[in-house]
């Protein structure tokens, strides 16, 4: 069983920065696919940015260029560097992992508050 915890998230004004971080418990951490979703107010959980099989990454299209997701399996720790924010990255953004590429996404944090003034 793994624990997902999620923090760094707040109200910044657009055009700021916001680094989340996804603490996990579990020794095999290094072995998971992981990856970040959010959900904003009245819309779907969108993904947003995961691992690639072979240690590359994949990024919504809203978010390219600004977002980067980065991994310390030293620390069991998976961050969200967010640039250049907008108010439409307003949203509930939540942690998630996967023992297999192969299976859907299969344990959650409890997510945490990113909120973009204009």
């Known amino acids: 069983q793994v624990q997902l915890e999620e923090s760094g998230g707040g109200l910044v004004q657009a055009g700021g920065s916001l680094r989340l971080s996804c603490a996990a418990s579990?020794?095999?951490?290094?072995?998971?696919?992981m990856a970040w979703f959010r959900q904003a107010p009245g819309k779907e959980r969108e993904r947003v940015a995961a691992?690639?099989?072979?240690?590359?990454?994949t990024y919504a299209d809203s978010v390219k260029g600004r977002f980067t997701i980065s991994r310390d399996d030293a620390k069991n720790t998976v961050y969200l560097q967010m640039n250049s924010l907008k108010p439409e990255d307003t949203a509930v953004y939540y942690c998630?992992?996967?023992?297999?590429?192969?299976?859907?996404?299969?344990?959650w944090g409890q997510g945490t508050q990113v909120t973009v003034s204009s």
């Open positions: 998630a992992g996967r023992r297999s590429l192969l299976v859907e996404y299969e344990y």
């Open positions: 579990g020794r095999t951490f290094s072995s998971y696919g």
């Open positions: 691992f690639r099989g072979s240690g590359g990454a």
